[in-house]
């Protein structure tokens, strides 16, 4: 449905195109069951870092304040993107994991459920 | 009549009906230079069609001398309660210092908006034809720029002493929660007047008001702020004013005509969950950062929603209105919004104009009581793990932005009612971006008009773009510290303004100064720091 506007066809610009954010894409990342993290985060990542170095380089700056987060089997992981079932290839890049501007991934980590089991 | 004869000394008397004839309807008149279509450009492309503007009634017939008159006094009455309130030290009365922080809430979250309604209605006023319409919305207009400037100059005495009231405009057009009230009020006066006065006065002043008004004029009456009790008096006679304002344009809208129903519907839905989501803020407020707690939001929302707006909409049955979409969303999410809320203020300290902390015990079992299915299962634990942490010496906070919605722009934290530990999440892709969203409620309205939403300045997004750095900095020089160029844009002090309240400069002060505190005895999480 178009917008309601003075002038027939009006568009405004688009804000959060990827071309302004300085060669990075925007990337929501949430962890599941733990919600003293109050919300999924924003990362701004370049599009060619590999899956992996996010789990190894990135993950642990953003959720290793939690307790449960050194007990996280990494085998065990389930991904999410878009809430549909995901399996990343570590070896391959955020791009070429299908990963684009504004992707929404989330992790469970199955027998982890947060401070003493409450989701948080 | 003769109308010269106003002023000689032998006139006599108007009746009220024929000086609100004179002074209000017979001020307008019908151009003919010009076509009244080019010099009301406004009032028609929203699909809002007005066959008699004449059908407009004003339920206070109030004209413009009256209303100068009681503006007046009441302007008296309020000052002379600010200068004995200054005189008496009054903000040494107030509960403890934690309850300074709702105050810089308001004069950064509401009073803006106050200032931006003044706007709003002076456009509104100009872009509508009907000189009913235009008078009651001018007073309005001057009303909400005196409720802006009472509330600037009561709240004023307060920066006299405590942190973080030193800028509120400059933050108001910055803060990444402030975004949430601010693009609200953006979103209204961008559109057409009939949208913005359906927003603001009916959804907005008429069916929500008492959620906003009752939670910070009670609360500062029970928490010993008789400076803001006196404000909240003065302008709530304009308040009551408004409000029947609000329901004169829809009824007036709906009466016009039937093709009216189905975009004022549309807008009732809108502005419903827009303000329902705004007022998350108010709610957390109520339940966390009131020292002495008047309702919880759970009961207000049952008892101003639920029960006053639940006759509202059947009195609107009539004309075809139905209940809001999503109410039964919003019933069902009482009793988890405010312990959410809170959580991303406190995981997010560091960068906010308010201090936050952790309810002390007896706060957590008044909680308990008042949320009984939901506090002790999903919030206390969180709760008591970051009063461990900090204890430690460990005050946690999370240092990743987080992701917004793009409507409401409030964190992504509300979880799913049939699942409250799981984040819901919305998605819309449009020309290919895709785009997330916290509900169903704010979806829609992305869906609606996705051209405008798109253009929303979403605060995280406008940080990593580089567009929130004081001019002239460079993001490029070695050890750039981005959050603190953040703060430095916002004019927050991190010595004082932000952060944990245990250990802030506005509790070491107010230990100083009154020798209370807000802790039961023995009960001690964090040594306050130096007083400043």
């Known amino acids: 449905m178009p917008v309601i506007a003075l002038q027939p066809g009006y568009t405004g610009e688009v804000a959060d195109a990827e071309a302004n954010f300085h060669g990075n894409r925007l990337l929501y990342i949430g962890w599941e069951d733990h919600l003293m993290f109050c919300s999924p985060v924003c990362l701004p990542l370049p599009a060619a870092m590999p899956f992996g170095a996010l789990v190894s380089d990135v993950l642990p700056g953003v959720y290793g304040s939690h307790p449960d987060f050194a007990r996280i089997d990494w085998s065990q992981v389930e991904w999410r993107d878009s809430g549909k079932p995901f399996t990343p290839n570590q070896a391959l890049s955020l791009a070429d994991n299908g990963l684009v501007h504004k992707s929404f991934i989330q992790l469970r980590t199955p027998g982890l459920a947060g401070i003493a089991g409450s989701g948080s | ?532």
């Open chain 2, 1 to 532: 009549m003769n109308q010269n004869n106003n002023t000689a000394s032998s006139a006599r008397r108007l009746g009220i009906k024929e000086k609100y004839a004179l002074m209000t309807r017979s001020l307008g008149w019908d151009t003919t230079y010009q076509s009244m279509d080019d010099v009301f450009p406004f009032d028609q492309f929203e699909g809002i069609k007005i066959h008699d503007w004449d059908k407009w009634e004003d339920p206070f017939r109030l004209t413009m001398d009256a209303y100068w008159k009681f503006q007046g006094e009441k302007e008296k009455k309020l000052y002379a309660i600010i200068d004995a309130f200054a005189q008496n030290n009054g903000q040494f009365n107030i509960t403890d210092a934690r309850y300074v922080n709702t105050l810089k809430l308001f004069l950064t979250g509401v009073s803006p908006l106050e200032y931006a309604a003044h706007r709003g209605y002076a456009m509104a006023g100009r872009s509508l034809r009907g000189v009913g319409a235009r008078i009651a919305s001018q007073m309005q207009s001057i009303d909400e720029l005196r409720h802006a400037q009472t509330q600037v100059h009561t709240i004023s005495h307060y920066n006299k002493y405590f942190n973080g009231l030193h800028d509120f405009h400059h933050m108001h057009d910055r803060l990444w929660y402030l975004s949430v009230p601010k693009s609200y009020f953006d979103d209204a006066m961008t559109a057409g007047p009939f949208e913005f006065i359906t927003a603001i006065s009916f959804s907005f002043e008429y069916v929500l008001t008492n959620l906003l008004f009752m939670p910070f004029m009670s609360g500062a009456a029970y928490n010993g702020d008789m400076a803001t009790v006196t404000f909240g008096f003065s302008a709530q006679s304009d308040e009551s004013r408004h409000m029947t304002l609000g329901l004169e344009v829809v009824k007036f809208m709906l009466e016009q005509d039937p093709d009216n129903l189905p975009i004022i519907q549309k807008w009732v839905d809108k502005w419903f969950w827009r303000g329902y989501r705004l007022l998350t803020l108010v709610g957390m407020m109520m339940d966390y950062m009131l020292p002495k707690r008047v309702m919880s939001w759970a009961e207000a929302w049952e008892m101003y929603f639920e029960k006053n707006g639940g006759a509202l909409f059947e009195d609107l049955a009539r004309y075809g209105v139905k209940v809001p979409k999503y109410a039964d969303v919003a019933k069902l999410e009482k009793e988890h919004i405010t312990h959410q809320a809170w959580g991303i203020f406190y995981n997010y300290t560091q960068a906010a104009g308010i201090h936050t902390w952790i309810p002390n015990d007896e706060e957590m079992d008044w909680l308990a009581a008042k949320y009984p299915n939901t506090f002790n299962q999903y919030y206390r634990p969180r709760l008591e793990h970051l009063r461990e942490q900090e204890k430690a010496g460990k005050r946690w906070v999370n240092n990743s932005l987080p992701m917004l919605c793009q409507i409401c722009q409030i964190p992504m934290a509300f979880t799913e009612m049939d699942n409250p530990t799981k984040i819901a999440a919305r998605e819309s892709t449009y020309h290919g971006m895709k785009f997330h969203f916290c509900s169903d409620g704010c979806k829609d309205v992305f869906d609606g008009e996705p051209e405008k939403f798109q253009q929303a300045w979403l605060p995280v997004h406008q940080i990593y773009q580089g567009n929130c750095f004081r001019e002239g900095t460079d993001p490029t020089q070695p050890g750039f510290d981005p959050l603190a160029e953040v703060l430095a844009w916002y004019h927050l002090d991190t010595s004082a303004d932000t952060g944990e309240y245990n250990t802030s400069p506005d509790r070491a002060n107010w230990e100083r100064w009154t020798g209370r505190s807000h802790l039961p005895a023995g009960e001690s999480p964090a040594a306050p720091a130096k007083a400043a």
